[in-house]
């Protein structure tokens, strides 16, 4: 099992950016798929974007795809989001996740642990 603390969330204009962070505790972060989930208030919670245990292969969500970069630091055991161009429907929750099996890795149910959320607003 890993533990996973989300930072970096806040409020933010239309057109900025935000870093997420997500630290992980326990064993062998670097043997886990990670990935990035959101829910915005009343909705499912949504794949973002996830990556690969050795940070080579990575996968997003059309919605993101080319203003959001995930990435990793096996060394420090931490997670990275970076969010760029952010629009007012990036509104959400955001959740870190991992993934022991490394299967499916766009699915939730795919992943075994989550971090609590880290809240992220984007004004108008």
């Known amino acids: 099992q890993v533990q996973l603390v989300e930072s970096g969330g806040g409020l933010v204009q239309a057109g900025g950016s935000l870093r997420l962070s997500c630290a992980a505790s326990?064993?062998?972060?670097?043997?886990?798929?990670m990935g990035w989930f959101r829910q915005a208030p009343g909705q499912v919670r949504d794949f973002v974007a996830a990556?690969?245990?050795?940070?080579?292969?990575?996968y997003y969500a059309d919605s993101v795809k080319g203003r959001f970069t995930i990435s990793r630091d096996n060394t420090k055991n931490t997670l990275y989001l970076q969010m760029n161009s952010q629009k007012p429907e990036d509104t959400a929750v955001y959740y870190c996740?991992?993934?022991?099996?490394?299967?499916?890795?766009?699915?939730?149910?795919?992943?075994?642990?989550w971090g609590q959320g880290t809240q992220v607003t984007v004004s108008s």
């Open positions: 996740a991992a993934n022991r099996a490394q299967r499916n890795i766009k699915l939730g149910p795919s992943y075994d642990d």
């Open positions: 326990g064993r062998a972060f670097g043997n886990y798929a």
């Open positions: 990556i690969t245990w050795s940070g080579l292969i990575t």
